[in-house]
T-cell receptor, first 113, second 115 residues
Framework: AQSVSQHNHHVILSEAASLELGCNYS??????LFWYVQYPGQHLQLLLK??????LVKGIKGFEAEFIKSKFSFNLRKPSVQWSDTAEYFC???????????FGKGTTLSVSS | EPEVTQTPSHQVTQMGQEVILRCVPI?????FYWYRQILGQKVEFLVS????????KSEIFDDQFSVERPDGSNFTLKIRSTKLEDSAMYFC?????????????FGPGTRLTVL
């Protein structure tokens, strides 16, 4: 069965610090990979996704993620965080279109100004 | 930009009562989903729906749950006899499901509180 692990439960950073959130998945075949963000009081929004091609994908608000197939990882990065990045971040995978997304437990990011 | 909408935003019910959560998926999407998130836990898949039938369901989606597309726009989740442990945030999502990969877009959620 597919599973997703997010290593950091709560990350606390100061503004302008660099961010890397870990995500590892367990699945033997081709996967589609996603990072969703949930700002306080808001719904899940897509941050970025990887389906195929260039393993370095860029998303909204300066976020990027790198798919490393050999490590089954899809880590999220941002070179310089802002206070407005305070949110919960979820890594998710599925095997193909129209199938269940399997989510990690989420990482809460708190950015102090 | 089209969005998934959900009503109500918050539902309070007594244990044993039936509840119906409503969703309006994005209009040209073909797959519809329900997920839930119990407070402090991860988002869990419940069920997916395509071409007027369930295409996939999880172990959580037992006989107490049912889904329906009663008309051309709404997609509903019914919990027949609610239990305390059904208290959670319920998210509806939809996707185009064309090709091998697609993106699921989520609604704002319905917070269900079972007393």
């Amino acid at each position: 069965a597919q599973s997703v692990s997010q290593h950091n439960h709560h990350v606390i950073l100061s503004e302008a610090a660099s961010l890397e959130l870990g995500c590892n998945y367990s699945y033997g075949g081709t996967v589609n990979l996603f990072w969703y963000v949930q700002y306080p009081g808001q719904h899940l929004q897509l941050l970025l996704k990887y389906f195929s091609g260039d393993p370095l994908v860029k998303g909204i608000k300066g976020f990027e993620a790198e798919f490393i197939k050999s490590k089954f990882s899809f880590n999220l990065r941002k070179p310089s965080v802002q206070w407005s990045d305070t949110a919960e971040y979820f890594c998710a995978v599925n095997a193909q279109a129209g199938t269940a997304l399997i989510f990690g437990k989420g990482t809460t990011l708190s950015v102090s100004s | 930009e089209p969005e998934v909408t959900q009503t109500p935003s918050h539902q309070v019910t007594q244990m044993g009562q039936e509840v119906i959560l409503r969703c309006v998926p994005i209009s040209n999407h073909l797959y519809f989903y329900w997920y839930r998130q119990i407070l402090g836990q991860k988002v869990e898949f419940l069920v997916s729906f395509y071409n007027n039938e369930i295409s996939e369901k999880s172990e959580i989606f037992d006989d107490q749950f049912s889904v329906e597309r009663p008309d051309g726009s709404n997609f509903t989740l019914k919990i027949r006899s609610t239990k305390l442990e059904d208290s959670a945030m319920y998210f509806c999502a939809s996707s185009e499901a064309q090709g091998t990969a697609d993106t699921q877009y989520f609604g704002p959620g319905t917070r269900l509180t079972v007393l």
